[in-house]
Nanobody, 122 residues
C-alpha cells in the first residue's frame, strides 16, 4: 500500500493540528496504520496505532490524552488529531502500515509515507 502523510506545519505551543495519511494501491481495510515521529538527532518514536481488525486505538505514554487517531475506511484515510502541542512534539511524523496487529516497533512495518514535518515553537 502507498501512503502519503500531510498536515504538518509551524505552530505555536498549545495549538492543534490534524495530520492525514492517505492510502492507495492496497486493501486499506486490512491495514493496521501507525504513526511514528522522529525528532532531529533522535530515534524514531512510536506515537499511535489503529487496528485494522476492530479499530482499537493505542497511544504512546508521552502523547496519551493529547493525540487521537481515527480512520475513514470510505476515504482510505487515517487521521492524527494533536491537541495542546508542545515543543517536544516537534519532528517528522510518518504513517506506516502492516497487515498484522499494532506494534510499536517501526521495523515491523512494511509500508511508509514520506513524512510531514511538525514544528512547535514555544
Amino acid at each position: 500500500v502507498q501512503l502519503q502523510a500531510s498536515g504538518g506545519g509551524l505552530v505555536q505551543a498549545g495549538d492543534s493540528l490534524r495530520l492525514s495519511c492517505a492510502a492507495s494501491g492496497g486493501t486499506f481495510s486490512r491495514q493496521t496504520i501507525a504513526w511514528f515521529r522522529q525528532a532531529p538527532g533522535k530515534v524514531r518514536e512510536w506515537v499511535s496505532c489503529i487496528s485494522a481488525r476492530d479499530g482499537t486505538t493505542y497511544y504512546g505514554d508521552s502523547v496519551k490524552g493529547r493525540f487521537a487517531i481515527s480512520r475513514d475506511k470510505v476515504k482510505n484515510m487515517v487521521y492524527l488529531q494533536i491537541d495542546n502541542l508542545k515543543p517536544e512534539d516537534t519532528g517528522v511524523y510518518y504513517c506506516a502500515a502492516r497487515q498484522r496487529v499494532c506494534n510499536s516497533d517501526w521495523l515491523q512495518y512494511s509500508d511508509w509515507g514520506q513524512g510531514t514535518l511538525v514544528t512547535v515553537s514555544s
